[in-house]
């Protein structure tokens, strides 16, 4: 049996939770014991305007609830601001325990069409405002010995969205981070996962029919992303989450082919090819040494050397 996942005497930050799924997550955390810096710069879908109504009536939904809240209103893509944040929860609260990277917008285009403007503005929101957030929360996370990153990628990401460059991009970008930072913040307890959410807010509104909307809502996906952040958290997962399904994304690779010397030609590896894509055997990397390792072995093998690696 589970035990009860609370929150207590935790601080958690969510980005982006005046509306949408950032909301959930910060109202499901709150219910569950955390203190949350409720984040949110008010903006339109494609990141226009501004405005601190949306992450202010979080807050007083979370102290109407008997929780405790602050709402902080700056850009994820600012740096400044974002170092900001995280010292008025550190001077409020002391600790800073969970970071919920939720913050998004979209300008969707194709690429023929897409103005570089727009492409930097969407990667700026979703990679280097994650970052930015990951950043000033880590210092903190090393010192207590303990902290929960969520990362926010998308199918779209993933497995691709017709006009969706910038999107897809940044959103890919996600699990780089996660993967790295997962690395690096293993000995100080720091556990960092990705969250891929489907749900019906007003970034979908109106690409989903009436009866799926009723069923994708934000809600449904919060019970994994609490999962994501708790104390047992698995780390490195990419969540896929909607309606109530959860799946996990991985990525493996092939064992694959050897080719040397004469033979490595570009004929040879189109003959293999199909061997090079099966995916019996396939399997899972640690890290990107992993591969080099793997490949450096594979030529020792094949040239009868050994390597002692
Ligand atoms: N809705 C989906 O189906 C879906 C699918 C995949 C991924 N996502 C991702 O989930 C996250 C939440 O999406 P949503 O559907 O709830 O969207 P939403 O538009 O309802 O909410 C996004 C929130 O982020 C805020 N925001 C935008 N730019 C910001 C910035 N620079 N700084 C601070 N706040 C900012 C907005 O004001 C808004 O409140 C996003 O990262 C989105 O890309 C959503």
């Not at 049996?1 to 207590?8: G, L, T």
């Not at 019996?280 to 002692?308: C, H, I, P, W």
Request: proline share 2%; net charge negative; hydrophobic share 45%.
């Amino acid at each position: 049996m589970v035990a009860e996942i609370r929150f207590d005497d935790r601080v958690a930050i969510v980005t982006g939770a005046g509306t949408g799924l950032g909301r959930a997550h910060a109202l499901g955390l709150a219910a569950r014991g955390a203190k949350v810096v409720v984040n949110d710069l008010g903006v339109g879908r494609d990141g226009s305007g501004a405005s601190s109504e949306a992450a202010d009536a979080v807050v007083a939904e979370i102290k109407a609830m008997g929780g405790e809240a602050m709402a902080h209103g700056c850009d994820v893509s600012d740096e400044d601001g974002v170092k900001d944040m995280v010292a008025q929860a550190m001077d409020a609260w002391g600790r800073v325990d969970i970071a919920v990277n939720n913050a998004g917008i979209l300008r969707d285009k194709t690429f023929a069409k897409m103005e570089m403007s727009d492409f930097r503005k969407v990667v700026d929101v979703h990679l280097i405002g994650s970052a930015n957030v990951a950043h000033a929360c880590w210092p903190h996370m090393r010192a207590q010995k303990y902290g929960r990153v969520v990362f926010t990628a998308s199918a779209s990401g993933i497995y691709g969205n017709f006009g969706q460059s910038n999107y897809g991009a940044a959103k890919a970008a996600m699990i780089g981070l996660m993967n790295v930072l997962h690395i690096e913040g293993a000995r100080d307890n720091i556990r960092v996962n990705t969250l891929a959410p489907t749900a019906a807010t007003r970034m979908t509104e109106e690409l989903l029919p009436a009866e799926a909307a009723a069923l994708l809502a934000p809600e449904t996906i919060t019970p994994g992303l609490l999962y994501l952040v708790s104390e047992d958290a698995p780390s490195r997962v990419i969540l896929g989450a909607g309606a109530g399904s959860f799946a996990q994304t991985r990525i493996y690779e092939t064992t694959g082919i050897t080719l040397q010397d004469a033979d490595n030609t570009p004929e040879a590896v189109a003959a293999q090819f199909a061997r090079i894509t099966d995916a019996e055997g396939q399997q899972e990397l640690a890290d990107a040494f992993s591969q080099t390792k793997k490949y450096a072995l594979n030529a020792a093998q094949a040239r009868g050397l050994k390597l002692d690696w």
